[in-house]
């Protein structure tokens, strides 16, 4: 899937709240395609990027793309609530700058890993292919009210109760194995006034509401942003940016509650319509920034 590239979202806004132009360590916690990684490389040339992707296959392009930089950049397979592991893993206790870009890349998205209803794949969704639980195996084993809580919880979606009788009614004459049976399902539910000629597809929040519960994301950032804060010098910066509204709210509710931490974006920052112009994906994304002082 060579011919799919992931446009770093926020780039120079990152690169300016993380302070990167000043030289220090910094830990990318979601490598991706390694785009805003590079760019922090190339902003001072003493910069030194600890890369952290739960995706092996983000890992193994990023390297390609990022060899140049030599010992500069190191990356680990891992997820981010394990940046404690890594940091002690490489000696550092504590950084000049984190950075979380949340969610999917593109590479996953358009890829062939079963994340969209736009291509039809077989219903995986895991962004560890190394992770057992597949999106296939909680549409089907998961009980009718799990499904329910789940697609409501995590998608926000009003028909969470109907798609998920349905689901669990279907999944009874034959499982279901693909996105594209699944959309289906999601399609048939909803009705078509609601969703027939405009841009975004019916089945977005269920989609998206099994995505985080495969993944289970936001566990993940109640475990990671807390510890990342713990490893940032004095002076030093946390940079999210994400790309809902749920996941937001956690990431918003994490750096305000933390008393070692200043809030350096009083309201978030957003995208420019140049910016959403040139990545309609950017539409949605919302960076936030934090700095840590000493309590
Ligand atoms: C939006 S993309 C990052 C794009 C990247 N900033 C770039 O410029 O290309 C998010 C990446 O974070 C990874 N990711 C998401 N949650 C993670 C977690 N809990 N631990 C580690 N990696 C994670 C995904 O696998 C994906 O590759």
């Known amino acids: 899937m060579s011919e799919i590239f992931h446009p770093p979202v926020l780039l120079k806004e990152s690169v300016k709240f993380l302070n990167a132009e000043k030289g220090g360590v910094f830990v990318d916690c979601t490598l991706g395609g390694g785009g805003h990684t590079e760019t922090i490389l190339e ?9 952290i992707d739960r995706d092996e296959e983000a890992i193994e392009r ?33 950084v000049d700058g984190i950075l979380f ?13 079963g994340f969209s209803f736009w291509k ?7 962004m560890d292919r190394t992770q057992k639980l597949t999106a296939e195996k909680v549409v089907n084993t998961l ?19 109907k798609i998920a009788r349905e689901i669990v009614k279907r999944r009874k004459i034959k499982p279901i194995r693909t996105t594209a049976e699944l959309a289906k399902i999601v399609e048939e539910v909803i009705p078509k006034r609601l969703w027939a000629g ?20 936001f566990e993940s950032i109640e475990e990671g942003i807390p ?22 709210r956690i990431v918003k509710n994490i750096l305000k509650s933390r008393e070692d931490l200043k809030i350096v974006t009083k309201k978030p920052i957003l995208p420019s319509d140049e910016e959403i112009k040139t990545n309609s994906a950017a539409r949605s994304a919302k960076l936030r920034a934090g700095e840590k002082i000493n309590i």
């Open 43 to 51: 902003a001072n040339p003493e910069n030194k990027v600890i890369a």
């Open 62 to 94: 990023a390297i390609k793309k990022l060899e140049r930089f030599g010992d500069r950049f190191s990356v680990y397979h891992a997820n981010f609530s394990q940046i404690d592991a890594v940091l002690d893993e490489e000696s550092v206790d504590f």
């Open 101 to 113: 870009d949340l969610g999917v890349s593109h590479f996953q998205l358009r890829g062939d890993r």
């Open 120 to 126: 039809d794949d077989f219903l995986d969704m895991r």
């Open 143 to 161: 009980s009718e009210r799990e499904l329910a809580d789940i697609i409501f919880k995590y998608g926000e979606e009003r028909f969470a109760r």
């Open 198 to 217: 405009r841009k975004k597809h019916p089945a977005t929040k269920t989609f998206q509401a099994i995505r985080i519960y495969v993944n289970k994301e």
């Open 227 to 248: 510890k990342a804060v713990e490893r940032l010098k004095e002076g030093g910066r946390i940079v999210v940016i994400t790309f809902h509204s749920l996941e937001d």
